[in-house]
């Protein structure tokens, strides 16, 4: 697990105008060959993105204490919107998450499951 975001920039030009155009990426664990997420720079949009020529910049942020112990690739993902991709995997960049010695993380064990996110959690007495 890491403490601290993941933070990449996509920086990419637009000759033509273009609707639905999605900048994206897969994260995928490299034993396993799973597919850990996906996520494109739209996903909170309501409407599909448009885009005019010019060059542009998108940054994605992968939160801090979320990806367990472990080689993942970041693969490019890009693609109009349900018709074709431009880019899939093709354009993919290795990352290794490891424990630090000596750092105390929130988990001292080995979970199931791909990713080990920081959950919140609050109890209470309920009578």
């Known amino acids: 697990m890491t403490d601290r975001p ?10 033509n105008a273009v609707s639905g155009l999605r900048i994206g990426f897969d994260i995928i664990e490299i034993d396993t060959q799973l597919v850990v997420f996906r996520s494109f720079h739209d996903d ?16 994605g942020t992968i939160p801090p204490d979320l990806l367990k112990e472990g080689k ?25 998450i490891t424990k ?12 199931p499951g791909i ?10 007495y309920a009578h």
């Open 44 to 59: 909170q949009d309501a409407i599909a993105s448009r885009f005019e020529p010019g060059t542009y910049m998108s940054q």
């Open 72 to 96: 993942y690739l970041i693969q490019m993902k890009i693609g109009i919107h349900n018709l074709r991709w431009i880019v899939t995997d093709e354009y993919a960049l290795e990352i290794q």
């Open 115 to 124: 990713i080990m996110p920081k959950i919140n959690w609050k109890t209470k």
């Open 6 to 15: 993941i933070v990449f920039n996509i920086k990419y030009e637009i000759l």
């Open 100 to 111: 630090l010695a000596g750092v105390n993380s929130a988990y001292n064990d080995s979970r």
